[in-house]
């Protein structure tokens, strides 16, 4: 089994929608969760980064994370064509000797479609 | 702020030759810098981790005769793939922590896409 799952997608939703992105995991000592989005071609860029449980939003992307559950997400409100592509979340923990080595999930390919 | 850069961002190069992709951090002291592997539609896959002024430590599966690492400054690593082979091609991608508040979070390069004929 997998450190971290990561709903497979891919997902294709109407522009405006409301999306919901997930990952569960298994390590416990993870710490810190953060959100990545890939477009094609190109480097992950950083879009959340939560420590430890609660909500963190910015702009039009929430970030969650439930500690008890093992579980995150990432709301997209009013989605964009822009916002087409594909979206990692990442965790790590203290665990970890080297500083920012994060365990990744798989992927979900998002398409907004006008 | 958080910056990195990668180069060369595409290459092409013929079966046998060594490439060199450097990473760079621009604007932050990476501490520690990583190195990822990305085939088509796939995730990233983890080749090795290096901190600065020591060896990089690879993941399990990487060959690294293969794999050079070299981390020689704080904003610097480079990654040679050695002896390139057609099975070599694929997206590079450099990340860089800087070990500070947000010591636990990465940022990425650009990529660098390696094609060998």
């Known amino acids: 089994q997998k450190e971290v799952e990561q709903d497979p997608g891919p997902l294709s939703v109407p522009e405006g929608a409301i999306v919901s992105l997930n990952c569960t995991y298994s390590?416990?000592?993870?710490?810190?969760f953060m959100w990545y989005r890939q477009y094609s071609r190109k480097g992950p860029e950083l879009l959340m980064y939560t420590y430890s449980s609660g909500n963190k939003e910015d702009g039009r992307f929430t970030a969650q994370v439930d500690k008890s559950s093992k579980y995150i997400s990432l709301f997209i409100r009013d989605s964009q064509p822009s916002d087409s592509a594909t979206y990692l979340c990442?965790?790590?923990?203290?665990?970890?000797?080297?500083?920012?080595?994060?365990?990744f999930g798989d992927g979900t390919t998002l398409t907004v479609k006008p | 702020g958080a910056v990195v850069s990668q180069h060369p961002s595409w290459v092409i190069c013929k079966s046998g030759t060594s490439v060199k992709i450097e990473c760079r951090s621009l604007?932050?002291?990476?501490?520690?810098m990583f190195w990822y592997r990305q085939f088509p539609k796939q995730s990233l896959m983890l080749m090795a981790t290096s901190n600065e002024g020591s060896k990089a430590t690879y993941e399990q599966g990487v060959e690294k005769d293969k794999f050079l690492i070299n981390h020689a400054s704080l904003t610097l690593s480079t990654l040679t793939v050695t002896s390139a082979h057609p099975e070599d091609s694929s997206f590079y991608i450099c990340s860089a922590s800087s070990g500070t508040a947000l010591q636990e979070t990465q940022y990425f390069g650009p990529g660098t896409r390696l094609l060998v004929l």
């Open positions: 990442a965790m790590s923990g203290s665990q970890d000797t080297n500083a920012g080595k994060s365990t």
């Open positions: 604007d932050f002291q990476a501490t520690t």
């Open positions: 390590n416990s000592a993870f710490q810190y």
